[in-house]
């Protein structure tokens, strides 16, 4: 079973429509964030914590009875969509995701971002790097500290440390498909930790830059 994960804001019904496209029929579950006044079915959460609040406390919620696998989508999802990679060359339609999504072409047994993804590189004393790097991590909207890597470090057994260079490829805007082996390799304390050290940044959650640069690392750790 698939089951597709939605964080609403305020954002109109109507751009929830392509929901109702994919051709496996997975369930969909709404998290409303925004005004009561919205029209379908949803679960209300306090707006706090941006998409990635509403993805973390899923999986706590559901951790005993998790869908085989997650697709984390946001309801704008055409704001990061790697459309070269989708779409084959069909025109990019920006109310409608792409056929080989909707007809699920893609692995559902491994972590797979939907979005475009890029190598960004944190380089505070500018060390001569290997590989091509696609983006400055400066251009964050916020500097990486010490306590954000120590939390990082506590949850996947890391040593980052804020003035040595770390790169990380990621896809900005969260939208990614993953199996439910992926979570439960973690135990629910582990995801527990994991909301908590999200949730610990001062509004207005600029947190949110840093973990979503590192949620490879968080996926591919295993406590087991």
Same mark, same amino acid.
């Given at each position: ?49 941006? /998409? ?8 706590? *919620? =559901?951790? +005993?009875? @998790?869908? $085989?696998?997650? !697709?984390m ?8 969509? /790697? ?8 025109? *990019? =339609?920006? +109310?409608? @995701?792409? $056929?080989?999504? !909707? ?27 290997s ?35 770390i790169?990380?490829?990621?896809s900005p ?52």
């Amino acid at each position: 079973m698939r089951q597709i994960v939605l964080t609403r804001c305020n954002e109109p019904e109507s751009m929830f429509r392509w929901t109702k496209d994919f051709v496996d029929k997975p369930e969909v579950v709404i998290y409303n964030k925004g005004n009561a006044s919205f029209g379908l079915p949803a679960q209300a959460r306090p707006n706090v914590g941006r /998409d990635l609040e509403t993805q973390l406390w899923h999986i706590l *919620s =559901n951790y +005993d009875n @998790l869908a $085989d696998e997650l !697709l984390m989508l946001q309801p704008h999802f055409a704001d990061h969509l /790697d459309w070269p990679r989708w779409a084959s060359g069909v025109e *990019s =339609n920006n +109310d409608k @995701l792409p $056929d080989s999504i !909707l007809n699920h072409d893609y692995d559902g047994s491994k972590l797979q971002f939907i979005n475009v993804y890029h190598t960004e590189c944190y380089n505070p004393n500018n060390i001569q790097l290997s590989g091509k790097i696609t983006k400055d991590y400066w251009q964050m909207q916020t500097d990486i500290i010490q306590p954000f890597l120590d939390g990082l470090n506590d949850l996947v057994k890391t040593n980052y440390k804020v003035d040595q260079a770390i790169c990380w490829t990621f896809s900005p805007g969260i939208a990614y498909s993953v199996p439910k082996s992926m979570i439960l390799n973690k135990s629910k304390a582990w995801w527990q930790r994991c909301y908590d050290f999200y949730m610990s940044a001062p509004p207005p959650h600029c947190h949110a830059y840093f973990f979503e640069r590192c949620y490879c690392d968080l996926w591919d750790y295993s406590e087991y």
